[in-house]
T-cell receptor, first 117, second 114 residues
Framework: GAVVSQHPSWVICKSGTSVKIECRSLDFQATTMFWYRQFPKQSLMLMATSNEGSKATYEQGVEKDKFLINHASLTLSTLTVTSAHPEDSSFYIC?????????????FGPGTRLLVL | DQQVKQNSPSLSVQEGRISILNCDYTNSMFDYFLWYKKYPAEGPTFLISISSIKDKNEDGRFTVFLNKSAKHLSLHIVPSQPGDSAVYFCAARNPAGNNRKLIWGLGTSLAVNP
């Protein structure tokens, strides 16, 4: 149980294009999903918290117009990197937390490697 | 300011021996702690967690100890296996706010040598 998928697993795009990454909880409902970014040899950096049916909460320094988050259902959140530039190249990972009130564990997707040329 | 600290960036252990990974935190309000394991180019995998009302939690080869007065927790892996070689992250729950987000340490890279 507690499986989270991400699609695509990797993407290469040209500078200026937009890229959408999907995060799905496959066997549980997640009212809250989190989007992280990881640079090489660094820790996970929380970008934003996505709540089903409401606006995402962005961490300080993360541009909400650059990284659009939509959490349209209890099993799906999407992250769109708009007008991507080479500095957006990174490893993006989502996690989901079960909607049950007592569940604290975040379950992670396998990550999406983005390379912007 | 790093609220969750993993002061050892790396650790090397012989197969079959005990691996001890340490984590310190500064915020006494943190009330739930988790350990994750991560391989390169993959998402973290949940290992074990502990609530602040407990001082020990065990799951197979993995045991987490919590010392609230010292604001310190540790993950013990016994016996260590080569497949345990990975980066281990300690995370703490911040109960403030609606999202209950996790605060992450920088990770400790564990190498288990055959």
């Amino acid at each position: 149980g507690a499986v989270v998928s991400q699609h695509p697993s990797w993407v290469i795009c040209k500078s200026g294009t937009s890229v959408k990454i999907e995060c799905r909880s496959l066997d549980f409902q997640a009212t809250t999903m989190f989007w992280y970014r990881q640079f090489p040899k660094q820790s996970l950096m929380l970008m934003a918290t996505s709540n089903e049916g409401s606006k995402a909460t962005y961490e300080q320094g993360v541009e909400k117009d650059k990284f659009l988050i939509n959490h349209a259902s209890l099993t799906l959140s999407t992250l769109t990197v708009t007008s991507a530039h080479p500095e957006d190249s990174s490893f993006y990972i989502c996690s989901a937390r079960d909607r049950k009130w007592y569940q604290e564990t975040q379950y992670f997707g396998p990550g999406t490697r983005l390379l912007v040329l | 300011d790093q609220q969750v600290k993993q002061n050892s960036p790396s650790l090397s252990v012989q197969e079959g021996r005990i691996s001890i990974l340490n984590c310190d935190y500064t915020n006494s309000m943190f009330d739930y702690f988790l350990w994750y394991k991560k391989y390169p180019a993959e998402g973290p995998t949940f290992l074990i967690s502990i609530s602040s009302i407990k001082d020990k939690n065990e799951d197979g080869r993995f045991t987490v100890f919590l010392n609230k007065s010292a604001k310190h927790l540790s993950l013990h892996i016994v016996p260590s296996q080569p497949g345990d070689s990975a980066v281990y992250f300690c995370a703490a729950r911040n109960p403030a706010g609606n999202n209950r987000k996790l605060i992450w340490g920088l990770g400790t890279s564990l190498a288990v040598n055959p």
